[in-house]
């Protein structure tokens, strides 16, 4: 090569070899983003695992990592209770106003009628039922207030000194 005698020169190099780096880096953060590392598609499980993580700590709002929901995918309090410990009547299922593709008839259930997958997250929090019907619960979240979804629609769930929990599908910030 011509004259590489001086201090230039090894900047130089050095200073190519940083942008061959950071697009380098930029390839791989991408690919990484397609493959969706840390995503479930298993809405159930997800719920499973952010029921157990609250199972001692009421009033403590907990938001799960990004679900994508594919079509027909479904949360059932039924099948819920029976993995945690928990009876079918202590679990109260929502979703966010406005987040299109869910079907939420009933309390028990969530089921998802789009083609194209969603990509949510769900947050939720426990409590004694008589907080659920004073609305102190409500006051206690953070993620979960301003919504639009509404507590009381949970009024009918749990009976006295009982433990309830609500688990609400909202819309995912990644």
């Known amino acids: 090569m011509l004259n590489e005698k001086g201090q230039e020169f090894s900047v130089f190099k050095l200073l ?17 983003n ?5 995503v479930t598609t298993e809405p159930d499980k997800a719920a499973e695992d952010l029921l ?7 009033y403590q709002e907990k938001v799960s990592d990004r679900i994508d929901f594919e079509k027909e995918h479904s ?6 209770a029976s993995k945690v410990g928990l009876g079918q009547d202590q679990i109260c299922l929502g979703v966010e ?10 309390e028990t ?39 639009g979804f ?15 929990c609500v688990l609400v599908v909202v819309r995912s910030s990644e």
């Open 97 to 106: 106003d406005g987040l299109d593709g869910f079907d939420n008839s009933t």
């Open 52 to 58: 157990k993580s609250m199972d001692a700590s009421p």
């Open 75 to 80: 949360i059932s309090a039924a099948a819920l």
């Open 109 to 147: 259930l969530i089921t998802y009628t789009r083609d194209a997958s969603a990509r949510v997250n769900l947050a939720g929090i426990c409590g004694p039922k008589d907080d659920f019907d004073n609305n102190l619960i409500e006051t206690s979240t953070s993620r979960l207030s301003g919504i």
């Open 16 to 32: 190519i070899s940083a942008i061959v780096a950071i697009v380098i880096l930029t390839l791989l953060l991408q690919i990484l």
């Open 34 to 38: 397609v493959i969706n590392i840390g």
């Open 150 to 164: 509404s507590f009381s629609q949970c009024s009918g769930v749990c009976n006295e000194d009982q433990r309830c």
